[in-house]
């Protein structure tokens, strides 16, 4: 399988550098672009097959899948490109799919899927085998150190200077849908949760900052009639970039190996 990747930042660079080490098998990666090309071009100096550093749509028409790692503002774009192309695309900054019944209509007119990692986050599996039956609630709780969280227009809207917390300050309580729109560049897991469980308008999420954490933390609550799931996660940030867990690249990487794997396991 042939892939492209859209985003040379800390997501984008570390596919590339896995797929081109032979990491998964019967996957390489062809070609790439960014916002920032001269990034895509040191990127490609550090493999060991050079790639094509090309336009989005040559990145498009190289490729079998495309994978979006270049944030949520380049989404819509890099989505519709690919599927009017009927190229299948993996969609890392998934918030950005919340409400578009219309980029999974267009998946299926074209023939072409839409996948979504589980990203920094774990259990999605067993939250889609729970929403097959009634899901009373789903919470999820988000702890940052603030740096992981400055930049958003949530913490401006809730009037707090994150460098003057001295203990774990809770910045926004609300459903996923309105918690997106104020941490687009944060709340991707949340997103995917309300994805695989019960949507973004019931699903609930508290973001916290806390100085005294050094890693992303995660926890779900749900329950139903399946009875009581609760999950905890602490991501270690990327090196580059802290608002990114380095599980999350990670994710792509297995279900990249799914795609192409004999054996499926979970769902």
Known sequence: MKVGIVGAGS????????????TVSEVRVVAMCSRTESRAHKLNETLKSQIKITSLQGVVDESDLVIEAAGASAVEEIV??????????????????LGRDDLVAMAKQNNARIHVPSGAIIGLDGLLAASEGKIESITMITTK?????????????????LDCITE???IFEGPVSEGYKRFPANVNVAAAVSMAGIGADKTRIRVIADPQVIRN?????????????????ENVPSDDNPRTGKLTALSALAYLKQMVSPLSIGI
């Open 145 to 161: 150190p603030p740096q992981g969280l400055k930049g958003s227009p949530g913490v401006e809207m809730a009037n707090i200077d």
């Open 217 to 233: 933390t995660h926890d779900i609550i749900a329950e139903g009639e399946f009875g009581k799931l609760t999950l905890h996660i």
């Open 11 to 22: 997501i984008g660079g570390k596919l590339a550098r896995e797929l081109d080490a032979g």
């Open 80 to 97: 519709t490109t690919a599927l009017s192309a009927g190229k299948s695309v993996m969609v890392i900054s998934c918030g950005a799919l």
């Open 168 to 170: 774990a300050t809770e």
